[in-house]
């Protein structure tokens, strides 16, 4: 069979599975593929899998439905590979139920990139036994201005609740002359705003004697060239207070944070293992705050889990009262296969999770437009990042991670200072 000439990426998830399909992406094309922008006349597609919750695990088969559907009527000489979260669960079925043609490991982006672009097509598992080495970022030609560079992988912290550990394995710290390195190829190439990503952003380091992750910031800070640095996620067990002067005191280290809490209610926090309190994470932004009260914040939070009572998710109502996050990810409870929880086969009230979730929604968007208009009439920095859907227009993100529309007399690229006149929904609206 010919090797292969075209391919089509789909991502899921979240932004690791982003950087990990951009370097998957990069890899094929260094091999002398192209990349197609349509899936079912494509040689082979690349499906990068999230399974962090159930709704996108049945996404993902839901997709391999459609494939094995233009497989058989469309196109039979196309291929179908999966890599990602998904891939060390049900290699089987995904083989011999939807015919997949490749199942690789989230690991083995190079191995996986040499099998599809040589055209070997006979042996249909990469497992995670290979030696992973992390990849250099690539520049997104659609975003050049923007780059993620992952600095750690994996997590070790087993939250009740969460696959991650399971389909990701241990933490892994890379080498900090490596980020280093990349970092300074990045700005020399143009790139503005970097963003390190892990698991656990903030417990980088910890398995390798290297740089703590304030002491990476630092020297990241030295080289960036009036950038931005941001990081994600940070995990609050993590968040030390030099972290918080060091957020405040670096200028390259933008105004945002996201610091997942999850529930408000310490028995909660508990069961899901995620050792810390209430107290100790209203602790954590205090210091933030108390230095910098514009500090933007946002969150994660899940409802619903074990056997949270009423009052216990009141308890998360108060703590985003008493918080005010600027920008929540708010989730039910998914049971999920290979995480503590379902191990332990610890019950909940899946219709109880669903109802608080929309409780919370509301109440926590509320909030959002309350704490966002405060910042009406400011003075924002912003780096513009691409055309806004009026068309007219150019929008970008500021430091403190605001969408802000802006007039179209400015250029893609460009960090300017405007000031916000208007807030619509979530976007600002900026001259
Ligand atoms: N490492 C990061 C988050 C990784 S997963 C952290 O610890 O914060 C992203 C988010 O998905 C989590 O913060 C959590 O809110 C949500 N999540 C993870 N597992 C979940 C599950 N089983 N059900 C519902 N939401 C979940
Ligand atoms: Fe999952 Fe917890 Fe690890 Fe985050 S810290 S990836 S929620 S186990």
């Not at 079912?40 to 899998?49: K, P, Q, Y």
């Not at 529309?405 to 000031?419: K, L, M, Y």
């Amino acid at each position: 069979m010919p090797a292969p000439n075209t391919f089509f990426i789909e991502t899921y998830g979240c932004q690791m599975n982003k950087a990990d399909s951009a370097s998957i992406r990069a890899l094929l094309i260094e091999r002398g593929m192209h990349e197609s922008n349509e899936a079912s006349s494509s040689d082979v597609v690349i499906i990068n899998t999230c399974v962090v919750r159930e709704h996108a695990e049945e996404r993902i088969y839901g997709r391999l439905g459609h494939y094995r559907h233009i497989k058989e009527r469309i196109n039979p000489r196309l291929k179908v590979v999966i890599t990602g979260c998904i891939s060390r669960f049900s290699r089987e079925r995904l083989i011999s139920e939807y015919e997949v043609d490749i199942v690789a490991d989230v690991y083995r982006q190079a191995d996986l990139a040499d099998r599809i672009a040589s055209g070997l097509w006979e042996e249909r598992t990469l497992n995670e036994n290979g030696p992973y080495r992390f990849k250099p970022s690539e520049i997104d030609p659609a975003h050049p201005f923007k780059a993620f560079v992952s600095i750690t992988h994996g997590c070790d912290n087993w939250c009740s609740y969460c696959v991650v550990p399971k389909v990701r394995g241990p933490m892994v710290s890379r080498a900090s002359q490596d980020i280093i390195a990349e970092v300074k190829r990045l700005v020399e190439n143009g790139v503005k705003e970097i963003t390190l990503l892990g698991q656990n952003v903030n417990s980088y380091g910890q398995d390798i004697d290297d740089k703590s992750f304030v002491d990476l910031l630092v020297s990241l800070n030295g080289i960036m060239n009036n950038g931005w640095l941001r990081f994600l996620t940070s995990h609050p067990k993590d968040f030390s207070r030099e972290l918080a002067d060091a957020v405040i005191d670096l200028p390259s280290v933008c105004e945002h944070v996201h610091l997942p809490v999850q529930s408000g209610s310490d028995r909660i926090l508990t069961l899901m293992r995620r050792k810390y309190t209430r107290a100790d994470y209203i602790e954590k932004v205090s210091w933030l705050r108390a230095r910098m009260p514009d500090l933007a914040l946002s969150t994660d939070i899940i409802v619903g889990f074990a056997d949270e009572t009423d009052a216990e998710f009141e308890e998360t109502l108060s703590l985003l009262r008493e918080i005010r996050f600027e920008d929540a990810y708010l989730y039910h409870y998914s049971e999920r296969e290979g995480s503590l929880a379902a191990n332990e086969h610890i019950e909940y009230d899946a219709a109880a999770a669903k109802a608080r979730l929309s409780r919370l929604i509301d109440v926590q968007r509320a909030f959002a437009a309350e704490t966002l208009r405060r910042s009406i009439g400011k003075k924002m920095k912003v780096l513009v990042d691409g055309v806004a859907r009026d068309k007219d227009s150019l929008i970008g993100r500021s430091r403190e991670n605001r969408m802000v529309v802006v007039p179209n007399t400015h250029r893609i690229g460009d960090i300017i200072s405007v000031t916000a006149t208007e807030l619509r929904g979530h976007t600002f609206i900026a001259v």
